[in-house]
């Protein structure tokens, strides 16, 4: 199977250097998205979209140092 996770993210200037530079920063001071898109053989229906999709939810990821 493969995955390919691809993202959004944009904020000020100011909220970018403080993000380089390890800082926290609040969800609401920046616009992240992200969306998998998945690739798999045909083959057993574990992957089916009611099984597998509602494990990835929306990603609106928060920002933390660590």
Known sequence: MYVANRGL????P???SRM???DSVAPDQYYFRA???FDAPNG???LAEGTL????PDANGAAHPD
């Open 9 to 12: 993210r944009a904020s000020s």
């Open 14 to 16: 100011e909220v970018a």
């Open 20 to 22: 380089r530079a390890g």
């Open 35 to 37: 969306a998998p898109v």
């Open 53 to 56: 999709v509602p494990l990835f």
């Open 44 to 46: 057993p229906q574990f």
